[in-house]
């Protein structure tokens, strides 16, 4: 099945830095979801985006299908952007999604 | 939309009992997702249905686990003899196709425990 790996795995940043997520994925891809899942367990939708750039206030997404990637862009961070963004991707003719592995982020004053 | 709701949000058991867990889709999704999710993990899925016909189970999903979804409608998840293993995350998801995009929203999710 298709391999999805997440990097970097944690990252501690301080309140008003940038940064950038980035997931790499081993076949071509449907879908691409990014998600963030804060401290209570809840996936929260950030962006579709199985090709192209799109930005959303402070964070803004771009995959590139042909390289099989996509860079997650987290600008002016805030304490509440702590916690776990993951990747997910489908496939060919299936529904489901195959998760990555995780990105971390701890957000400190 | 309301969302999609899941119950109970925290379940905890004895090992050898049965749980039933249950999902409420955003309304006019046709499709619906289990996933699992254990510690420092991500999520896994586990089965998919479309309307009431439950297309895809994955290997995860053992002879203990069972997914209906009646009427196209809510989804219950069924796990007999639950084993210490079970503890997990339980997440449902639904989504609708509106041209190309089919985003899975993804419920609150049901917190297992199995002691």
């Known amino acids: 099945g298709i391999q999805v790996e997440q990097s970097p795995p944690d990252l501690i940043l301080q309140e008003g830095a940038n940064s950038t997520l980035r997931c790499n994925f081993s076949d071509s891809v449907n879908n691409l979801q990014w998600f963030h899942q804060n401290p209570w367990g809840q996936l929260i939708n950030l962006f579709y985006i199985p090709s192209g750039t799109k930005q959303n206030g402070r964070l803004s997404a771009t995959t590139v299908a042909t390289e099989r990637y996509s860079l997650l862009y987290i600008s002016s961070s805030q304490t509440t952007d702590s916690g776990v963004y993951f990747c997910?991707?489908?496939?060919?003719?299936?529904?489901?999604?195959?998760f990555g592995t995780g990105t971390r982020l701890q957000v400190t004053l | 939309d309301t969302g999609v709701s899941q119950n109970p949000r925290h379940k905890i058991t004895k090992r050898g009992q049965n749980v039933t867990f249950r999902c409420d889709p955003i309304s006019e999704h046709n499709r619906l997702y289990w996933y699992r999710q254990t510690l420092g993990q991500g999520p896994e899925f586990l089965t998919y249905f479309q309307n009431e016909a439950q297309l895809e189970k994955s290997r995860l999903l053992s002879d203990r686990f069972s997914a209906e979804r009646p009427k196209g409608s809510f989804s219950t998840l069924e796990i007999q003899r639950t084993e210490q293993g079970d503890s997990a995350m339980y997440l449902c998801?639904?989504?609708?196709?509106?041209?190309?995009?089919?985003?899975?929203?993804f419920g609150p999710g049901t917190r297992l425990l199995v002691l």
């Open positions: 998801a639904s989504s609708r196709r509106v041209g190309i995009d089919e985003t899975q929203y």
């Open positions: 997910a991707v489908n496939t060919g003719t299936a529904s489901k999604l195959t």
